[in-house]
């Protein structure tokens, strides 16, 4: 079954310190690729998205994410945590191209002052 | 550009009552999802619509939900004879067709309790 799968309910960095989350797909065609955040009573606002082309994708707020097919995977970072990121973090996958959204179960971010 | 809006905000109901929900697109997006998000979990499709087709509904959408996008702008949800498993928030998102790889754009949801 397709499905997105995110190592770590919770993830807590010290402020200024190098954030690391996990997703990776399912399937062997890969799909296209989405990172969200989500803060507390809000949607969903996209950081980042790959579709085809480079394999690591810079974002908003200084998030980026590298596209590694040999692990199917997604990973998120983002070099230097500030306070403001501290939010939960979705993995998502469209595996139809323009149809549903699969998300994994979520990362919720802490950080650390 | 005024984002994906989604009315009420908050909705507490009696189980067995019956809820609408509303969600306004951005306006020139053709494609319209509708999401389920229990606390701690990510969300789970629900069904989605191109125009005014409803293309694909998942299992998870009873008899008791109904979507409707009738003139392809709005689009309304509604759980009939709530039960208490309906708590949740309902997300609206919304995407323009055509190169493909649109991200969907999401509003703020509807968060529904039961009593």
């Known amino acids: 079954a397709q499905s997105v799968t995110q190592l770590g309910s919770h993830v807590s960095v010290s402020e200024g310190a190098l954030v690391l989350l996990r997703c990776n797909y399912s399937s062997s065609v890969p799909p296209y690729l989405f990172w969200y955040v989500q803060y507390p009573n809000q949607g969903l606002q996209l950081l980042l998205k790959y579709t085809t082309g480079a394999t690591l994708v810079k974002g908003i707020n200084g998030f980026e994410a590298e596209f590694k097919k040999s692990e199917t995977s997604f990973h998120l970072t983002k070099p230097s945590a500030h306070m403001s990121d501290a939010a939960e973090y979705f993995c998502?996958?469209?595996?139809?191209?323009?149809?549903?959204?699969?998300f994994g179960q979520g990362t919720e971010l802490s950080v650390k002052p | 550009d005024t984002g994906v809006s989604q009315d009420p905000r908050h909705k507490i109901t009696k189980r067995g009552q019956n809820v609408t929900f509303r969600c306004d697109p951005i306006?020139?997006?053709?494609?319209l999802y509708w999401y389920r998000q229990t606390l701690g979990q990510g969300p789970e499709f629900l069904t989605y619509f191109q125009n005014e087709a409803q293309l694909e509904k998942s299992r998870l959408l009873s008899d008791r939900f109904s979507a409707e996008r009738p003139k392809g702008s709005f689009s309304t949800l509604e759980i009939q004879r709530t039960e208490q498993g309906d708590s949740a928030m309902y997300l609206c998102?919304?995407?323009?067709?055509?190169?493909?790889?649109?991200?969907?754009?999401f509003g703020d949801g509807t968060r529904l309790s039961i009593l």
């Open positions: 998102a919304s995407t323009k067709t055509g190169s493909g790889d649109q991200p969907q754009h």
């Open positions: 306006s020139e997006h053709n494609r």
């Open positions: 998502a996958a469209d595996y139809n191209q323009g149809g549903k959204l699969i």
